[in-house]
């Protein structure tokens, strides 16, 4: 189970198309630029991880501490994105063929 979120101020200096982003998320949304701007900066920080996660940089569990998911919401964002996790087709193959080599 994933730990409970919690904040800490930051100071940082955002370019201003950004904000401009953030504005305009803000408006469509109806919300506040605050919370658009963390709602994008999870957004790209959820993509990160899924890309070391399917380079096996990562393991699933540590993806959903660090996103703050439970293991079967990594799995599904994965699958959701077309991230491979866990052994592919090749390597099932490959390990198939070895075996009976073995025997």
Not at 72 to 96: F, K, N, P
């Amino acid at each position: 189970m994933s730990k409970a979120k919690t904040t800490r101020p930051y100071p940082l200096r955002i370019p201003e198309g950004l904000m401009e982003l953030a504005e305009a998320k803000a408006r469509t949304e109806r919300t506040d630029r605050s919370t658009a701007l963390r709602q994008l900066l999870y957004a790209g920080a959820e993509g990160y991880v899924l890309d070391l996660l399917g380079e096996g940089r990562i393991s699933a569990s540590r993806a959903a501490d660090v996103l703050g998911v439970s293991i079967l919401r990594v799995h599904e964002l994965a699958r959701e994105q077309r991230v491979e996790i866990g052994a592919t087709g090749e390597d099932y193959r490959r390990s198939t063929e070895t075996a009976r080599g073995l025997l």
